[in-house]
């Protein structure tokens, strides 16, 4: 298969399993969002939609969220982990929104990655969840399963993003980086993966990938 036909397959193969793709994270709109992406880093979606309702119970607005002290803020949020750098992001990002853009998310790519604690993969998140614009954000889940499939070298999350980009459709990017999340985790997690049920990897897999599971778990 060319690479072209392996994505294809891809695209296909996902939008049989996943013709319907909900946002993972509990949200409300565009600024309840961005705080929810930024607190996912590190940590799973799960345990973030555990914590954003303790969150936006006091504060879903900008204006909300800087009456609360960093401690406040850190004290609610701690069970995402990297508690200090994300509770001084939100609140200085709070500030920042309502200094420069009156209390309303940028929608911009450049304007969110100069936001504290917004990195690249959170502001492609926002951008495409939240305002529909298209982008491929490349977390490890995506990254990891773009080499099995062979459709990057996989040196690097900004290499996979720009393969990514490369070899899908436009229009379908905003679905697509959902519905790779949803297969990851259903059928090519990290631990535990059984190849025999990953059809993707199966079927268009990298040569190497196959027989080194081969070699720890048997023929397929």
């Given at each position: 298969m060319t690479k072209a036909e392996k994505a294809q397959f891809v695209i296909d193969t996902l939008e049989d399993l996943y013709p319907e793709t909900p946002v993972p994270l509990d949200h409300t709109?565009?600024?309840?969002?961005?705080?929810?992406?930024?607190?996912?880093?590190?940590?799973?979606?799960e345990r973030v939609n555990k914590v954003t309702p303790s969150l936006f119970q006091v504060a879903r607005t900008p204006q909300e969220m800087i009456k609360l002290s960093r401690e406040e803020i850190a004290d609610i949020i701690r069970p995402c982990g990297l508690t200090p750098m994300k509770s001084k992001g939100i609140y200085e990002l709070s500030h920042?929104?309502?200094d420069k853009y009156d209390g309303e998310v940028p929608q911009s790519m450049e304007a969110l990655e100069a936001l504290p604690a917004v990195g690249h993969k959170t502001a492609s998140v926002v951008m495409s969840q939240g305002f529909g614009v298209p982008a491929f954000p490349v977390d490890t889940h995506i990254h990891r399963l773009m080499y099995r499939w062979g459709l990057t070298t996989g040196k690097n999350v900004v290499q996979t993003e720009k393969d990514a980009?490369?070899?899908?459709?436009?229009?379908?990017?905003?679905?697509l980086h959902l519905q790779i999340i949803f297969y990851g985790r259903q059928y090519c997690?990290?631990?535990g993966w059984d190849l025999r049920k990953d059809i993707i990897t199966k079927t268009i897999g990298?040569?190497?990938?196959?027989?080194?599971?081969?070699k720890a778990n048997g023929p397929l």
């Amino acid at each position: 298969m060319t690479k072209a036909e392996k994505a294809q397959f891809v695209i296909d193969t996902l939008e049989d399993l996943y013709p319907e793709t909900p946002v993972p994270l509990d949200h409300t709109d565009v600024y309840t969002l961005l705080i929810a992406v930024l607190l996912s880093a590190q940590c799973t979606d799960e345990r973030v939609n555990k914590v954003t309702p303790s969150l936006f119970q006091v504060a879903r607005t900008p204006q909300e969220m800087i009456k609360l002290s960093r401690e406040e803020i850190a004290d609610i949020i701690r069970p995402c982990g990297l508690t200090p750098m994300k509770s001084k992001g939100i609140y200085e990002l709070s500030h920042i929104l309502l200094d420069k853009y009156d209390g309303e998310v940028p929608q911009s790519m450049e304007a969110l990655e100069a936001l504290p604690a917004v990195g690249h993969k959170t502001a492609s998140v926002v951008m495409s969840q939240g305002f529909g614009v298209p982008a491929f954000p490349v977390d490890t889940h995506i990254h990891r399963l773009m080499y099995r499939w062979g459709l990057t070298t996989g040196k690097n999350v900004v290499q996979t993003e720009k393969d990514a980009k490369r070899l899908f459709p436009e229009e379908k990017w905003n679905k697509l980086h959902l519905q790779i999340i949803f297969y990851g985790r259903q059928y090519c997690p990290a631990r535990g993966w059984d190849l025999r049920k990953d059809i993707i990897t199966k079927t268009i897999g990298r040569k190497s990938v196959i027989s080194e599971w081969e070699k720890a778990n048997g023929p397929l």
